[in-house]
């Protein structure tokens, strides 16, 4: 039984009488209008990533990545700094209503901040598009996006760079005996806490590596401390303070 135009019934369905080859569209109809994907729109997607990618690997070339001296965890004095895209998580955690016992609040502010963000489509359900008609998802992402740059801003100049770039500088490191009485003692009254593990200092204390000081010099500033170090840090006897100065005044990198 036929019906319609070039249509046969098969029970409740309906399927073409004749079968027709499957050939694409001729896209010739339409000039300017549209394209083949292949190849002619995906050859335009490899050609604009390849010259984002060149751009990318020049950029890479004439500004390599800021590399720093290896972590040591024994170095209370490093001052961390993240990514870009988390400095304003990070300046959030500075202040005295999200840091320390109120750190949890720290937290829950962005977590409030983002599920809003997923929450929005659901509450502002009106069908406008125009900002002005949507005054709380406007609203809102206009809130948080002030807050972002803002707190980003703040974490931008208010951190000491020129620490910073001290602190993470790569310098060459002295075969270090960690089993000598020098060493032992270096531990025992806790100068390992600002000039680190492998004696190459930090943000708090300088290095003691290749100091160019006569143990006389080193035993003075342990007793009398300079700069940052203040006096009456060394707690040991003068024997103790001969051999510390004396490990302390033999470390060199060659």
């Not at 990618?53 to 993240?82: F, K, N, Q, W």
């Not at 806790?190 to 100091?211: F, Q, R, W, Y």
């Amino acid at each position: 039984m036929h019906r319609g135009k070039g249509m046969k019934f098969v029970g409740d369905s309906r399927v073409p009488a004749e079968r027709k080859p499957n050939i694409p569209k001729d896209y010739s109809e339409y000039p300017g209008k549209t394209e083949a994907f292949w190849p002619n729109f995906l050859l335009k997607e490899w050609m604009v990533g390849a010259v984002f990618l060149v751009g990318y690997l020049c950029l890479t070339i004439a500004h390599p990545s800021p590399l720093e001296r290896i972590a040591d965890p024994t170095d209370t004095g490093y001052i961390p700094m993240p990514d870009w895209y988390f400095l304003f998580l990070y300046q959030l955690l500075k202040y005295s209503y999200a840091s320390g016992p109120y750190e949890v609040i720290g937290l829950v502010i962005p977590g409030i901040a983002f599920a809003a963000l997923l929450l929005a489509p659901f509450i502002d359900r009106g069908p406008h598009r125009r900002p002005l008609k949507r005054p709380f998802a406007t609203g809102f992402m206009l809130l948080t996006l002030a807050a972002m740059i803002f707190l980003t801003w703040q974490s931008v100049v208010t951190h000491d760079w020129k620490a910073a770039e001290e602190q993470g500088k790569i310098v060459q490191e002295a075969k270090i005996d960690k089993s000598s009485e020098g060493y032992q003692l270096f531990q025992k009254n806790g100068c390992i806490n600002c000039h680190g593990e492998k004696l190459t200092g930090g943000a708090a204390a300088p290095s003691l590596v290749d100091t160019g000081l006569k143990p006389e010099e080193i035993k003075k500033i342990a007793r009398n401390g300079k700069g940052n170090m203040p006096p009456g840090q060394f707690k040991g006897t003068d024997q103790e303070l001969d051999k510390l100065a004396n490990f302390i005044a033999n470390l060199k990198t060659k």
